[in-house]
């Protein structure tokens, strides 16, 4: 029947193997000494590792996990990512100062011949929460960039809609005109169209129709729909995290294709999408008289 081992027996041998090997290194470290400073027989020793190359393992894997414990502690996925990697930094610092005998200790079996490829596999855990921290950095970065798109599309969208609202009379407005769309106006119910309906399929929803296009409201009114749906673009991507939007969805098209496309990447080309026919609404403003255009690029927002 094996015997039971005390956790505290197996603590006083870390520790004389840790104050021996500070003062000695690994290669003149023996069982028995490791005993004598534990103040235990040399048989009890054997009883809890085999060997002196299980325990120096054991104890550089023990105190790689004390350390990742100390230094990672309290830590909230809530905070922003500077104020978590604050943190980190600064409780790693203070695990290296108030720990330096388990950090010197670690130092040195990186550079033992104990180190083998498991164990260095193992040892790059140590600084797992650091990786982690900033692969949750990079998703942040993703979706404040991904926010920043749709507010920017809001924005280029409500200056062309208020110089149209400014300069064109609603015969200008239905003017045909050789585009994509022959009219401002389609142009504009394409625009207000194509946000819609990706949004839509975003939250489930896989229209079979476009609606859009048979719109007959008047100018004013159409301005005001394509920026509430724009205003719902944000709120949409301020509701989600950043997990929702590493995921893929599935959609159909109108012709009752399905697809599958990753959430982000959907988002983007969307907005992408309503950038290129604003700059067709610029030719077609052109062509009916207009001057002094508003800018609409991504680079003058970011300038605001």
């Known amino acids: 029947m094996a015997r039971i081992r005390d956790a505290q027996k197996t603590e006083q041998i870390y520790q004389a193997t840790l104050e021996l090997v500070l003062k000695q290194g690994f290669s003149g470290l023996k069982m028995a000494d490791v005993a004598a400073q534990a103040g235990l027989a040399t048989g009890t020793v054997y009883i809890y590792f085999k060997d002196k190359d299980e325990?120096?393992?054991?104890?550089?894997?023990?105190?790689?996990?004390k350390g990742v414990d100390a230094y990672s502690g309290g830590l909230d996925d809530e905070d922003s990512f500077k104020k978590s990697l604050r943190r980190l930094w600064k409780?790693?610092?203070?695990y290296n100062l108030e720990r330096s005998a388990e950090v010197a200790f670690l130092e040195q079996y990186f550079r033992s011949p104990f180190l083998k490829?498991?164990?260095?596999?193992?040892?790059?855990t140590f600084f797992q929460p650091f990786l982690s921290l900033l692969e949750r950095g990079q998703d942040e970065k993703k979706l404040i960039l991904l926010l920043k798109y749709v507010k920017y599309n809001l924005w280029a969208n409500q200056r062309m809609l208020d110089?149209?609202?400014?300069?064109?009379?609603?015969?200008q407005l239905n003017q045909e005109i050789t585009s994509s769309f022959p009219t401002i106006r389609k142009t504009l119910l394409h625009i207000w169209g194509a946000e819609s309906i990706w949004l839509i399929r975003l939250n489930g929803t896989s229209p079979t129709t476009w609606t859009w296009m048979d719109f007959q409201g008047t100018q004013a009114e159409l301005r005001s729909v394509?920026?509430?749906?724009?205003?719902?673009?944000?709120?949409?991507?301020?509701a989600k995290d950043e997990k929702y939007f590493e995921d893929n969805f599935d959609f159909k098209t109108l012709d009752g294709t399905s697809y599958s496309s990753g959430r982000m990447e959907a988002i983007q080309h969307c907005m992408n999408h309503s950038t290129f026919h604003r700059g067709q609404l610029v030719t077609l403003l052109r062509q009916v008289g207009a001057t002094?255009?508003?800018a609409t690029d991504f680079i003058a927002y970011c300038r605001l």
């Open 292 to 294: 002094k255009l508003p």
């Open 91 to 94: 409780q790693f610092f203070n």
């Open 117 to 124: 490829s498991n164990s260095k596999k193992e040892g790059n």
């Open 226 to 238: 394509i920026l509430e749906n724009d205003q719902a673009w944000i709120d949409f991507v301020e």
């Open 163 to 171: 110089f149209i609202q400014e300069f064109c009379t609603d015969e």
């Open 55 to 65: 325990l120096i393992n054991q104890l550089y894997a023990y105190l790689k996990q």
